[in-house]
């Protein structure tokens, strides 16, 4: 998809599981809204939520991030900007590729079911409109290739990371996703807790075409201004969105 | 790198460890060599292979595809066109994702001893000049995306690959290429039998942007044409350019 990249400095990670705040006049300065989280989200509270996003900042730009493919369906793919697949360092075979190629595997086999049952499939024309289905749905796809750090955390636990990279390792899988891989991000994940600057630091060193992301733990200007200098692209913001839209806010950078 | 996939459709597999025909002639037609091999395989046979491709046919181009990293160095790197990195789809974590961020975390570590002790490396000057260095390396590398479907093969072997893909799978492998790792090439190999056409059918279908090369087997033109019928861009031949020169000859479209 073609997400203008260079434009986005703050991204707001909204749970669909957990209510929005009072007023949504918070996400105010906030450059892209990523959707996504894994107890209790559901197709329903994903299109709920990304309806209510979209009715107060039509022009935000949406991704959705999947837990699981019940998250997905014809119509969160067309209600959204583009979905996000983390593809994980660190974890085992199934988080990098495994699941991945699962996936690909059954859009291939079996499109109108991912794609939902309105696609004309008569005759001849299955294989091409089929095709061209698939093209449409994969041309919303964003790669991400992450690194998951706090090991006491969801991601860690399902993506099956059992050690974190040292800096030098955050640097490699970087210089990888530049020059091998070909995701258009980086995502140096610390989810819940706050990791500091030191892996930014030492992706960043090696990072032209590919966006650096960082999130975990920025709950102040303090934490998201070092992160920032330290050489993210992007802070992706959550928890504090919904537990406390005060604090929130202080993470935009003015 | 910009190696200009679109003019190749005959692939020449020259291993530096086994004897070339008397008369490199038959090179006549092909349109890319790829140097590599397993067995006895040294970085001074792969410079002499490649100066002896050189003098005989100075405009074609030549990848390397080392199989250990003692086939590599700054000589051959700059002596090559690219240098080939299979990621394996069907095969371990290692050699998917593993031994590559390995790779480019030693590259970005020790920049220096991998690429030579030639680089001036003084006072501030390091960390631009290193810096600068990987980013000549890692343009010359070309992404591979491989699915090795002969069990009983050295490259099944070394890779970890314990079952064959069904067709479906190797167009749901394709797709992941196509759609979200991005490899210049997706890369058939059924080396040492042939495969036949399914596979290449199947993969064929999703490919636009990524190059869909097979090798394995093809030792007669019914084969080559076989298979650049069902939709490969590039056939790659080996053995016979070593044993049976008139034979390797037959497979180069005319």
Redesign the interface.
């Known amino acids: 998809m073609d997400l203008d990249w260079d434009g986005i400095t703050h991204v707001t990670k909204v749970d669909p599981a957990k209510p929005l705040p009072p007023t949504l006049d918070v996400l105010a300065g906030t450059d892209l809204v990523i959707v996504g989280g894994s107890d209790d989200v559901t197709e329903r509270n994903t299109i709920e939520t990304i309806d209510a996003l979209e009715d107060a900042f039509p022009s935000l730009p949406v991704l959705q991030e999947p837990y699981d493919s019940d998250h997905v369906s014809s119509e969160t793919i067309d209600a959204v900007d583009g979905v996000a697949?983390p593809?994980v360092?660190n974890g085992?075979?199934e988080h990098?590729?495994g699941k991945?190629?699962?996936?690909?595997?059954?859009?291939?086999?079996k499109p109108d079911e991912i794609l939902g049952t309105s696609i004309p499939l008569v005759g001849n024309r299955i294989?091409s409109k089929a095709?061209d289905a698939?093209g449409d749905l994969?041309?919303k796809?964003v790669?991400e290739g992450y690194v998951v750090q706090h090991l006491d955390s969801a991601a860690a636990d399902v993506s099956g990371v059992e050690e974190r990279y040292t800096p030098?390792?955050v640097?490699?899988?970087a210089?990888?996703t530049?020059?091998?891989?070909?995701?258009p991000v980086f995502y140096v994940e610390y989810s819940g807790t706050y990791g500091g600057p030191e892996d930014v630091e030492a992706a960043a060193?090696?990072l032209e075409e590919t966006t650096l992301v960082y999130g975990g733990g920025i709950d102040s200007r303090a934490k998201a201004q070092e992160i920032l200098e330290a050489g993210a692209d992007a802070i992706v913001v959550g928890d504090c969105f919904h537990d406390d839209p005060e604090t929130f806010r202080e993470t935009i950078p003015r």
Chains 1, 2 share one sequence.
């Open positions: 697949v593809a360092y085992n075979r990098f590729v991945h190629v699962d996936l690909f595997t059954e859009v291939g086999r294989t095709v698939i994969t041309e796809l790669g030098d390792q640097a490699g899988a210089l990888a530049e020059a091998f891989y070909g995701f060193r090696y």
